[in-house]
């Protein structure tokens, strides 16, 4: 569970966000949709910590990010954007880095870097050195780095950027399995179908503020767009721009 | 604590599969330094020793208005050749390293011994030219002798003891031990293991901060529940390994390379056997955690691992900067003097290839306050770790 309220921030002069609040609820998956620029990186930076807020809190699973910083990252698995590996270690090698990395016992690390392995798909690959890997192949292993500690909270910025379509749907098959598992995922993407296709949940984002807040229905009823994405334009005009 | 661990042996495993880090840790930082100085003493030692050895060609102009100083020259090891056939010629020949030097006797010289006027004789060389000035100095100091032995004849013919001559008798009494003489020589050894050290660490250093921000695997990484501070240790304690590594394979090299140099020809004897090494290992080590945090800390100020290495090549310079200082002004060691790092450890090995008593108080003001000052870089580190901006 995320709950994120009135969270501002700026860089220097540029405000990048200006009073974001929303619920990511467990069991359900989050979008967080808006143009480039709107504020959603920066809005996931802050809730896995790497940023600090200006004003405003969030909590993870009721832990504040900037009060307890490391038990709110203990609850989380993140994919940042443009996520990267270590090039001489294989896939394996750098899954169970992060595993060690999260304190995970010795005895289970074997077994539970094997799960998330296997979960992702990725044995064909598992034992070779990450150079030179695919875009898919690396956000797979990046995926599975950060699901080794079971986190019940899922944080995935952009994860479908460069991604082909087989990789792209096996990417989805994989939320919907976290979001069975009674998981909270919150997760940005500039894309559409993907959105549509995913979440329970939109947040719409531009100018550093939520311009709408609902479920894919709710939107398109709330805006009276049956096409999602005119729905999405629509929703963005809303926000009057930074100035 | 875990943490550290953890770092310590992934940048261990994953700098020892790069290519790059092997090469220059591995390879080149050890084996440049001892190399270098190998060829530059072998050059240097057989052209002293065959300057002294062999006979000086000197090309003499008028010959004939001289004939005993020419039998003098010869007996001094001089071979006398025909120079150029006049004083312009000769001075052209020297001004364009025909001859190094060339010896002009005018025509009026016999007229002017005879009469007891100082007969001059020109010496034509190029000061400018180092190897000129050694040969030059030999026919000058041939000259010097002739001069004196007719001094001393002229006196002995008016019935003066040519003693007269020499009121004085200087007599130079060098205590220079031949590891001391060595010393002077392999002064400069210090900076290529402290280079050795640091080019060893180097890749690691910044492919732990600049490398990781680069390849976008820094972000997940501040993602997990760990301390940042205890990230940034870990990278640091790797890159020390790997230079202490470097080290300890410089001074063996240069160890084995030692044996090769033609150092006994020249009067020393450097006092460099394992037990030395290895003091020298322990002394030196110290600094691979100045290094190491200097290096990690300048990388994280930069973009990318390109602009990193800019940087970090500027830190392999500033340990040379004090070295120089005090090998110019001729300083002796002081405990003062011990608190600087790259410096302290300079001023030690020199004592210990000198083969001076070893000075407890310096060594333990040097390791302590070289380890002191990495530690305080080592924080500035874990502070510059903790910045926002961090990320860029």
Known sequence: ?243 | MKTIHTVFFKEITENFRDRRTLLTALLMGPLFGPILFAFVINLSVKQSLSNESEALDLPVIGQEHAPNLIAFLQSSNINIMDGPATRAAAIEAVTNGEHDVIIVIPDTFAQDLAALIPATVEVITDQANTQAERESRRARRALQAYNQELAALRLTIRGVSPQVMRPLNIDEVDVSTPSGRSAILLGMLSYFFIFALLTGGMNLAIDATAGERERGSLEPLLCLPVKRDHLIFGKIFAACLFMAISLSLSLTCFYFTLKFMPLVELGMTPNFGPLVVLTAFLLLVPFALVGASLMTMVASFTKSFKEAQTWVSVVLLAPTLPILLVSILMVRPTTALMFIPSLSQHLLLVGLIRNEPVNILHVVVSVGGTLLIGALLTWICARLYRREGLLG
């Open chain 1, 1 to 243: 569970m995320i709950r994120v309220n009135g969270l501002h921030k700026s860089f220097g002069e540029v405000r990048a966000i200006r009073g974001i609040s929303f619920e990511a609820k467990d069991g359900r998956v989050t979008g967080l949709l808006g143009p480039n620029g709107a504020g959603k990186s920066t809005t996931l930076r802050i809730l896995y910590t790497v940023l600090k807020p200006d004003s405003g809190t969030a909590t993870i699973d009721g832990v504040d990010v900037v009060g307890d910083a490391l038990a709110a990252r203990g609850r989380i698995g993140t994919l940042p954007h443009g996520s990267g590996l270590y090039p001489h270690l294989t896939a394996r090698e750098n899954i169970a880095y992060y595993a060690m990395l999260c304190d995970m016992s010795p005895e289970i690390i074997d077994a539970r870097v094997q799960t998330v392995i296997d979960q992702l798909d990725i044995n064909d690959f598992a034992d070779r050195r990450t150079k030179g890997f695919s875009q898919g192949q690396r956000t797979k292993v990046s995926l599975a780095r950060s699901l080794v500690h079971e986190p019940q909270n899922i944080i995935l910025d952009e994860p479908s950027n460069g991604l082909d379509v087989m990789a792209t749907r096996s990417l989805r098959e994989l939320i919907r399995q976290l979001k069975a598992a009674g998981r909270c995922v919150l997760f940005s993407s500039h894309v559409m179908q993907e959105v549509a296709a995913l979440c329970d949940e939109i947040v719409i984002i531009a100018e550093g503020k939520v311009a709408m807040h609902d479920s894919p229905d709710g939107i398109r009823n709330a805006t009276g767009c049956a096409d999602l994405e005119e729905a999405f334009v629509k929703a963005i005009l809303t926000v009057e721009p930074a100035e």
